[in-house]
């Protein structure tokens, strides 16, 4: 990979050498695999939903510009893509503007959260406050280790800027409620369905091999390669909140308490 | 060979059913499921026809009365907030594509320890909440309906098990369940349809509790049809069962009661939001205000009037109905509308395994232990808890994750890429039921400018102590199954509670055939009628509810269409009410035990 390209904080690296790895059309442990080449097999109804989603970007509307140009800059961080080619990025902006600008809630608000566009909202300018007071510079301007630092005092339930927006919303909340839905972006693209080796839409072809996670005759058996998250990053850490094997002790864990 | 493989890679092989393409329905038919279409026949009675009863809320409990009631001679309506699904068109294979299965509208959900709605637990359209129930079926166990005089917590039932037991058998042959041909737990008892092959997730469940020695049932309970069932296919394993069930192999009252009902003369408005019941000068239900698909209000007269809305719509309609002389909410003389709400402690043990599981295949609920239903004295809390297969698809295994590891960014990145080394099991968890567990109105405003439901949740210490010790359980099995990480994520499944029954009218809202103690011509038929929730699933129990007041209805049509009370005798079954072909023999005939037996083979850890 060109130097000028390799970011500390950005670029996924193979652990043993410390090389850095070049972005890929398909990451992930199922090379070839392809949900979308299966689509001849699914119903009607179903390919146009996917195919849908696929071909048709929807426009932004909810946004403007400038707090579309953050967003961005936080769904970067909040599910990096520094991996994927620019070919084979998942949009995640596209799909959550949509969903705020035809307001589609999950069917329930908590009631220490104000609703669903006006914390989407809120959190925009709470992010940019936690900024400017760690750094001195709006989000977007920070490198993408400072912008994490960000991300993580949110989802840790602790940060150090922005207490009038706090009091009214719950970081835990803001934060569950931003990662959720950009995970609803990501994992409902076909491309991470191939990542991943998610078998996809399955009707009116069924499965035949239901034992031992055996792969359908179309599915591709696993070929994992190692990797690592980028050397400066600290989104990789989650293994520090892990049950550890019995063996060596077993902390009561997950994230406790109830959501 | 490598050519072949190319060629195979290539997706040449594969980009075309090898038996050409698949039909797609024709125009005008409405199909439930591939094969099964009905006929959705219009209006049948006029705008100011009186009927005689009026159903809110189709899904469970809706769908078994309207049938029932249908098919018993009655002139019968059905209002349904949602659509009438046509399962080839509006459904799709596909995670993010079902969102519109829910209840999505606005409610408010708080207290010490609030529950999430929506896709968790609460449905709209024809159909309810089966549409998108993962289907398992079991019964209640006779301790269920005792527990305050064997425990000392929560409340009794006014009826027993042996009241219900008929009707559960009945459900059992309607769904029809599929189960293992003896079932160990409550009352014993085996399956009309065969257990059906595990997968994945259900090898790891009877793995770990066969290491620990924990008996466990495989491939059932489930309303999944293990072989085909009238126009209804078995069961293709495509796990989307939560996603609403294309194939028509899982039960809903939408494939079901529903087209038996239109075949005996029910008539269904879809897409109707009911906003109140009416009451006369007499005292009595007179029948329902609502908006239809256009917002435009009508008001439909009924004799009787039965609400199926569940834990939620049920109570909030009730309060919306407040009206001189029922200044707090109909049928609240005893105070207690909206109060005792339930849901299960649902904790979801996530365990990653060195071998490929790939749960996305086969049915989410599959495989299920109620070893530790019962109080064991020998723990520091009433009541147990079961233990059952769960499969979340990518979307919910992502927001799981988000949870049980606090993972996002490249942490997610890197967990999900293993999505398909990871296996989940649920607690089923009984949480009893609490005054301060409560439906009320909120200040905010639906789009009929409604007030909606808020929903205050909080655990008490029993509830705490339960969910503590069922977690660990359920990690000890994930662990014994061989998983080499195990992670955990609290949530709580199903919604019961709120409208409970009971024999004393002054702290029940209605009486053991679910006829309100205060307004003779009011029924509720759903969930919210459960005075307690058990470990087991409710929708077989809601089902049983349901046809057992059918026959009440029907047993007493003279007095209760004259708005008079019926005897309160338990009525004759009417096994000829099922509908057509489902309540067929062949089911192992195992005696039941006496009340209060012991089962010889239930052991307890």
Same mark, same amino acid.
């Given at each position: 990979?060109?130097?000028?390209?390799?970011?500390?904080?950005?670029?996924?690296?193979?652990?043993?050498?410390?090389?850095?790895?070049?972005?890929?059309?398909?990451?992930?442990?199922?090379?070839?695999?392809?949900?979308?080449?299966?689509?001849?097999?699914?119903?009607?109804?179903?390919?146009?939903?996917?195919?849908?989603?696929?071909?048709?970007?929807?426009?932004?509307?909810?946004?403007?510009?400038?707090?579309?140009?953050?967003?961005?800059?936080?769904?970067?961080?909040?599910?990096?893509?520094?991996?994927?080619?620019?070919?084979?990025?998942?949009?995640?902006?596209?799909?959550?503007?949509?969903?705020?600008?035809?307001?589609?809630?999950?069917?329930?608000?908590?009631?220490?959260?104000?609703?669903?566009?006006?914390?989407?909202?809120?959190?925009?300018?709470?992010?940019?406050?936690?900024?400017?007071?760690?750094?001195?510079?709006?989000?977007?301007?920070?490198?993408?280790?400072?912008?994490?630092?960000?991300?993580?005092?949110?989802?840790?339930?602790?940060?150090?800027?922005?207490?009038?927006?706090?009091?009214?919303?719950?970081?835990?909340?803001?934060?569950?409620?931003?990662?959720?839905?950009?995970?609803?972006?990501?994992?409902?693209?076909?491309?991470?369905?191939?990542?991943?080796?998610?078998?996809?839409?399955?009707?009116?072809?069924?499965?035949?091999?239901?034992?031992?996670?055996?792969?359908?005759?179309?599915?591709?058996?696993?070929?994992?390669?190692?990797?690592?998250?980028?050397?400066?990053?600290?989104?990789?850490?989650?293994?520090?909140?892990?049950?550890?094997?019995?063996?060596?002790?077993?902390?009561?864990?997950?994230?406790?308490?109830?959501? | 060979?490598?050519?072949?493989?190319?060629?195979?890679?290539?997706?040449?092989?594969?980009?075309?059913?090898?038996?050409?393409?698949?039909?797609?329905?024709?125009?005008?038919?409405?199909?439930?499921?591939?094969?099964?279409?009905?006929?959705?026949?219009?209006?049948?009675?006029?705008?100011?026809?009186?009927?005689?009863?009026?159903?809110?809320?189709?899904?469970?409990?809706?769908?078994?009365?309207?049938?029932?009631?249908?098919?018993?001679?009655?002139?019968?309506?059905?209002?349904?907030?949602?659509?009438?699904?046509?399962?080839?068109?509006?459904?799709?294979?596909?995670?993010?594509?079902? !969102?519109?299965?829910?209840?999505?509208?606005?409610?408010?959900?708080?207290?010490?320890?609030?529950?999430?709605?929506?896709?968790?637990?609460?449905?709209?359209?024809?159909?309810?909440?089966?549409?998108?129930?993962?289907?398992?079926?079991?019964?209640?166990?006779?301790?269920?309906?005792?527990?305050?005089?064997?425990?000392?917590?929560?409340?009794?039932?006014?009826?027993?098990?042996?009241?219900?037991?008929?009707?559960?058998?009945?459900?059992?042959?309607?769904?029809?369940?599929?189960?293992?041909?003896?079932?160990?737990?409550?009352?014993? !008892?085996?399956?009309?349809?065969?257990? !059906?092959?595990?997968?994945?997730?259900?090898?790891?469940?009877?793995?770990?509790?066969?290491?620990?020695?924990?008996?466990?049932?495989?491939?059932?309970?489930?309303?999944?049809?293990?072989?085909?069932?009238?126009?209804?296919?078995?069961?293709?394993?495509?796990?989307?069962?939560?996603?609403?069930?294309?194939?028509?192999?899982?039960?809903?009252?939408?494939?079901?009661?529903?087209?038996?009902?239109?075949?005996?003369?029910?008539?269904?408005?879809?897409?109707?939001?009911?906003?109140?019941?009416?009451?006369?000068? =007499?005292?009595?239900?007179?029948?329902?205000?609502?908006?239809?698909?256009?917002?435009?209000?009508?008001?439909?007269?009924?004799?009787?009037?039965?609400?199926?809305?569940?834990?939620?719509?049920?109570?909030?309609?009730?309060?919306?109905?407040?009206?001189?002389?029922?200044?707090?909410?109909?049928?609240?003389?005893?105070?207690?509308?909206?109060?005792?709400?339930?849901?299960?402690?649902?904790?979801?043990?996530?365990?990653?395994?060195?071998?490929?599981?790939?749960?996305?295949?086969?049915?989410?609920?599959?495989?299920?232990?109620?070893?530790?239903?019962?109080?064991?004295?020998?723990?520091?809390?009433?009541?147990?808890?079961?233990?059952?297969?769960?499969?979340?698809?990518?979307?919910?295994?992502?927001?799981?994750?988000?949870?049980?590891?606090?993972?996002?960014?490249?942490?997610?990145?890197?967990?999900?890429?293993?999505?398909? !080394?990871?296996?989940?099991?649920?607690?089923?968890?009984?949480?009893?039921?609490?005054?301060?567990?409560?439906?009320?109105?909120?200040?905010?405003? =639906?789009?009929?400018?409604?007030?909606?439901?808020?929903?205050?949740?909080?655990?008490?210490?029993?509830?705490?102590?339960?969910?503590?010790?069922?977690?660990?359980?359920?990690?000890?099995?994930?662990?014994?199954?061989?998983?080499?990480?195990?992670?955990?994520?609290?949530?709580?499944?199903?919604?019961?509670?709120?409208?409970?029954?009971?024999?004393?009218?002054?702290?029940?809202?209605?009486?053991?055939?679910?006829?309100?103690?205060?307004?003779?011509?009011?029924?509720?038929?759903?969930?919210?009628?459960?005075?307690?929730?058990?470990?087991?699933?409710?929708?077989?129990?809601?089902?049983?509810?349901?046809?057992?007041?059918?026959?009440?209805?029907?047993?007493?049509?003279?007095?209760?269409?004259?708005?008079?009370?019926?005897?309160?005798?338990?009525?004759?079954?009417?096994? =000829?009410?099922?509908?057509?072909?489902?309540?067929?023999?062949?089911?192992?005939?195992?005696?039941?035990?006496?009340?209060?037996?012991?089962?010889?083979?239930?052991?307890?850890?």
């Amino acid at each position: 990979m060109k130097s000028q390209e390799v970011d500390p904080a950005r670029t996924p690296v193979e652990p043993t050498t410390g090389q850095y790895l070049e972005p890929m059309a398909q990451p992930g442990y199922y090379p070839g695999y392809s949900t979308l080449g299966q689509q001849a097999f699914w119903d009607a109804a179903t390919r146009r939903v996917v195919r849908r989603r696929v071909q048709e970007v929807p426009p932004i509307r909810f946004f403007t510009p400038a707090e579309a140009r953050l967003m961005q800059a936080v769904l970067d961080r909040v599910l990096p893509q520094d991996d994927r080619d620019e070919d084979h990025k998942i949009p995640l902006l596209p799909r959550i503007d949509e969903k705020l600008y035809y307001n589609r809630i999950d069917g329930y608000r908590y009631e220490d959260m104000p609703p669903y566009r006006e914390s989407h909202r809120l959190g925009l300018v709470a992010i940019d406050n936690i900024a400017a007071h760690l750094h001195r510079q709006h989000f977007v301007e920070l490198g993408a280790r400072e912008q994490e630092e960000v991300l993580q005092s949110i989802q840790s339930g602790n940060p150090p800027a922005a207490g009038e927006i706090w009091k009214i919303m719950s970081p835990q909340r803001y934060w569950s409620q931003l990662l959720h839905d950009a995970l609803e972006a990501y994992y409902s693209h076909p491309y991470a369905w191939d990542e991943i080796g998610y078998g996809g839409p399955a009707y009116p072809r069924p499965y035949f091999r239901l034992e031992r996670g055996e792969p359908e005759p179309w599915e591709v058996r696993e070929q994992r390669y190692s990797w690592a998250p980028p050397p400066l990053s600290i989104s990789g850490e989650y293994t520090a909140h892990d049950l550890s094997h019995p063996e060596v002790g077993r902390p009561t864990g997950g994230a406790g308490g109830t959501h | 060979m490598s050519d072949l493989r190319a060629l195979w890679r290539s997706g040449r092989l594969w980009n075309s059913p090898l038996g050409g393409a698949f039909e797609p329905p024709k125009a005008g038919d409405h199909m439930l499921g591939p094969i099964e279409k009905v006929d959705c026949p219009g209006r049948r009675y006029r705008e100011d026809e009186e009927v005689d009863a009026v159903i809110v809320g189709l899904g469970a409990g809706g769908g078994v009365m309207l049938q029932r009631l249908a098919k018993a001679g009655f002139k019968v309506v059905g209002l349904e907030a949602g659509p009438f699904w046509d399962t080839e068109r509006d459904w799709v294979s596909d995670e993010a594509g079902s !969102h519109q299965l829910y209840w999505n509208d606005l409610r408010i959900t708080g207290g010490s320890n609030p529950l999430t709605l929506g896709e968790n637990n609460s449905g709209q359209g024809v159909g309810g909440s089966t549409v998108h129930w993962a289907a398992f079926a079991p019964r209640f166990h006779p301790s269920d309906f005792r527990v305050y005089s064997e425990d000392g917590v929560g409340a009794d039932w006014p009826i027993s098990y042996w009241d219900l037991k008929p009707y559960y058998a009945l459900m059992e042959r309607e769904l029809p369940v599929s189960g293992p041909a003896y079932f160990p737990w409550g009352d014993p !008892h085996g399956y009309p349809y065969g257990p !059906h092959p595990t997968t994945g997730v259900p090898d790891v469940l009877v793995k770990g509790c066969t290491a620990l020695g924990i008996p466990v049932s495989a491939g059932g309970p489930v309303a999944i049809n293990a072989g085909a069932h009238n126009d209804r296919p078995h069961c293709i394993y495509r796990g989307f069962c939560i996603q609403g069930c294309k194939v028509g192999a899982k039960f809903s009252t939408l494939v079901v009661h529903v087209p038996d009902a239109l075949r005996h003369g029910a008539e269904i408005r879809d897409r109707c939001m009911v906003a109140r019941v009416n009451m006369g000068k =007499d005292g009595l239900a007179s029948g329902v205000t609502y908006f239809d698909a256009d917002r435009r209000e009508h008001e439909q007269k009924a004799r009787l009037v039965i609400v199926c809305g569940y834990a939620i719509e049920t109570p909030r309609l009730l309060l919306n109905s407040a009206c001189p002389g029922f200044e707090n909410g109909l049928a609240d003389s005893s105070g207690t509308l909206g109060k005792y709400l339930m849901a299960q402690a649902g904790n979801v043990v996530l365990g990653r395994f060195p071998e490929l599981i790939r749960m996305y295949k086969g049915p989410p609920a599959n495989s299920l232990t109620e070893h530790f239903y019962e109080t064991d004295p020998r723990r520091d809390f009433a009541r147990g808890f079961a233990v059952q297969t769960v499969a979340p698809l990518p979307i919910a295994f992502a927001k799981q994750m988000a949870t049980a590891l606090n993972a996002w960014g490249w942490g997610m990145r890197r967990v999900m890429m293993d999505y398909n !080394h990871w296996a989940t099991l649920g607690v089923l968890g009984e949480i009893l039921p609490w005054a301060d567990n409560t439906v009320t109105l909120a200040e905010e405003k =639906d789009s009929f400018g409604l007030p909606v439901a808020k929903v205050t949740f909080n655990l008490h210490d029993n509830d705490k102590k339960l969910m503590h010790f069922a977690r660990q359980k359920v990690e000890e099995i994930m662990w014994a199954a061989g998983a080499e990480q195990v992670v955990q994520e609290p949530r709580y499944a199903h919604l019961v509670g709120a409208a409970r029954m009971g024999s004393d009218p002054r702290c029940s809202v209605v009486d053991g055939f679910l006829q309100s103690h205060d307004i003779a011509n009011l029924f509720i038929a759903d969930g919210s009628v459960l005075p307690t929730q058990g470990s087991a699933n409710p929708g077989l129990t809601i089902m049983a509810l349901a046809a057992r007041t059918a026959d009440y209805v029907t047993a007493e049509r003279e007095n209760i269409l004259a708005r008079k009370r019926g005897s309160r005798h338990a009525p004759p079954m009417r096994h =000829d009410l099922s509908p057509q072909g489902t309540a067929g023999h062949g089911v192992p005939r195992l005696k039941g035990l006496a009340p209060g037996k012991k089962d010889p083979l239930r052991t307890r850890i």
